[in-house]
């Protein structure tokens, strides 16, 4: 993994020590991963699940989200998720879209950063 890409990351909130840790060391597997997630869907269905008000599929989304930002050290994502996550599970939307917002932001820069040392 470039000494750049670990700069951009870091900059943008990925706690890539502890991940690194995760993945035993191994930078070259932690980087298959996160190529790995640009291709995930979740997020995109999240998008439509919350465009459309399906509380129940967006949660679904939402908690998958969670899980590998948790799993891939993407601290920077897991703030606006997190609290997504728990609005979905009481059954609500109060306040969904504007924290959809700023999670899209924040994914769509991480997105590109790992699509630019892919």
Do not use: P, W
């Not at 990351?9 to 932690?30: I, N």
């Not at 991963?33 to 291709?39: R, S």
């Not at 306040?95 to 991480?110: A, I, P, R």
């Amino acid at each position: 993994m470039s000494e750049n890409l670990k700069t951009e990351l870091l900059s943008q909130g990925v706690d890539y020590a502890t991940t690194l840790e995760r993945f035993m060391g191994k930078e070259e597997l932690y980087k298959r991963f996160l190529v790995k997630f640009l291709a995930d869907d979740n997020f995109n269905q999240l998008e439509a699940n919350i465009g459309c008000g399906n509380i129940e599929e967006a949660f679904k989304c939402a908690h998958t989200i969670k899980g590998l930002c948790g799993n891939l050290g993407f601290d920077n994502l897991l703030e606006e998720d997190a609290q997504i996550v728990e609005i979905l599970r009481s059954g609500s939307m109060d306040g969904v879209e504007e924290l959809f917002e700023t999670l899209s932001t924040k994914y769509h820069k991480l997105c590109e950063t790992i699509k630019k040392y892919e």
